[in-house]
C-alpha cells in the first residue's frame, strides 16, 4: 500500500502531539516528520506521550521537507506562527491540513495565491470536530426563525486568539442565514473579521479545565433555543483532522473546512 506521508508541524504541542499519537494507528498514514520549536532531536511519539515513531522533532520546517518529501503538512502552530508555516509548506508543494486558529482574511487570500501559484491544496478549518460542524449547521438552520442570537465560546486559558474562529465563523453563518434580521439590543458588537458590526454577539470565556466548547443562544418572543457542543478531549478533532489528510490531495486550490468532505 501506498502511504500517505504526513509531517507534522507543531509536533510537540497538545494538538500536534495528539495528531502524532493518531496516526500510529492508522495503516494507510505514516509520519515521516515532525517539526517544533521545544523538544528538538527527541522522538516524537515519546515527545506526544505515546510510543517511539522513529522520527526525531526537527526545528527548521524546509530542512524537515527537503529531508523527508511529506505528502501532506498538518499545521497547529501558535497563530503567531501559522501564515509563516503554511506559506512554506505551499512553497515547496506540500499539500497543507491547517488547524491553526486566528487567520484573517487577508490571510486566506494571500493561501489562495500560493495554492494557485504552486498548484497545491491546502485545507484550513477553524474546527475538526464533526459534532461543531453539526453545531454550526444546526445554528444555520435556526437563524432565520429567531430575533437574535448569541455565541459564548469557551476555551482553556492558553488559547491566544479571541473569539474562536469557530464563534466568528457561526456568526458569519448565523449573519448569512437571516441577512434582514435586526442587530441585537445592547452596548456594543463583536470585534469582526468581515462580519457586519454588531450583528451577532460573541463572549469568550477562557479557564483552566475547559478544552473547547461553544453555546448558540437564539431568543424569539417567550422562548430561547440553546445549540451546545463540547469538545472534551482533543481526541474529538482527529477523525476530521485524518479525514482532511486523507483527502486533501484530492482538492484543489484553498478549501474552507471541513464541511464538504462529510
Ligand atoms: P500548543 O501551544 O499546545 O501547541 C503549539 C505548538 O507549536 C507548541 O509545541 C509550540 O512549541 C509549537 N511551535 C511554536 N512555534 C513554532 C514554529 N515556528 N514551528 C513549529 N512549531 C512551533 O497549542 P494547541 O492547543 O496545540 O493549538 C495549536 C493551534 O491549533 C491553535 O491555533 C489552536 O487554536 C488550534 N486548534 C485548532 C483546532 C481545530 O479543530 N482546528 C482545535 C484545537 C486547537
Same mark, same amino acid.
Given at each position: 500500500m501506498n502511504r500517505t506521508r504526513v509531517l507534522v508541524v507543531g509536533c510537540a504541542g497538545q494538538m500536534g502531539g495528539t495528531l502524532v499519537r493518531a496516526l500510529a494507528?492508522?495503516?494507510d498514514l505514516q509520519l515521516v516528520g515532525a517539526v517544533d520549536v521545544v523538544s528538538v532531536g527527541d522522538d516524537a511519539g515519546v515527545v506526544a506521550g505515546g510510543e517511539p515513531a522513529g522520527v526525531a522533532v526537527a526545528d527548521g520546517l524546509a530542512a524537515a521537507v527537503d529531508a523527508t518529501s511529506p505528502d501532506v503538512g498538518a499545521v497547529f502552530t501558535p497563530p503567531s506562527e501559522g501564515m509563516a508555516? &503554511?506559506?512554506?509548506l505551499l512553497t515547496h508543494r506540500v499539500a497543507a491540513v491547517v488547524?491553526?486558529?486566528?487567520f484573517t482574511e487577508g490571510d486566506f487570500e494571500e493561501m489562495e495565491a500560493l495554492c494557485r501559484d504552486h498548484g497545491t491544496p491546502?485545507? &484550513?478549518?477553524?474546527n475538526f470536530a464533526i459534532g461543531a460542524v453539526l453545531m454550526m449547521g444546526f445554528a444555520a438552520q435556526a437563524a432565520p426563525h429567531f430575533d437574535q442570537a448569541e455565541i459564548i465560546e469557551l476555551h482553556h486559558e492558553r488559547k491566544a486568539d479571541a473569539p474562536s474562529?469557530?464563534?466568528l465563523r457561526t456568526a458569519r453563518a448565523i449573519t448569512e442565514a437571516r441577512p434582514e434580521g435586526p442587530p441585537p439590543a445592547g452596548p456594543e458588537g463583536a470585534p469582526s473579521r468581515g462580519l457586519p458590526q454588531g450583528r451577532v454577539r460573541l463572549h469568550s470565556i477562557r479557564l483552566p479545565g475547559l478544552v473547547a466548547h461553544q453555546e448558540v443562544l437564539f431568543g424569539a418572543t417567550g422562548q430561547t433555543l440553546t445549540i451546545r457542543h463540547d469538545s472534551l478531549t482533543r481526541?474529538?478533532?482527529m477523525p476530521g483532522v485524518l479525514l482532511a489528510i486523507r483527502r486533501i490531495r484530492g482538492l484543489t486550490g484553498l478549501t474552507r473546512e471541513i464541511d464538504s468532505l462529510l
Open positions: 494507528g492508522e495503516d508555516t &503554511v506559506r512554506a488547524g491553526t486558529t486566528g491546502a485545507l &484550513v478549518a477553524s474562529g469557530t464563534a481526541e474529538s478533532f
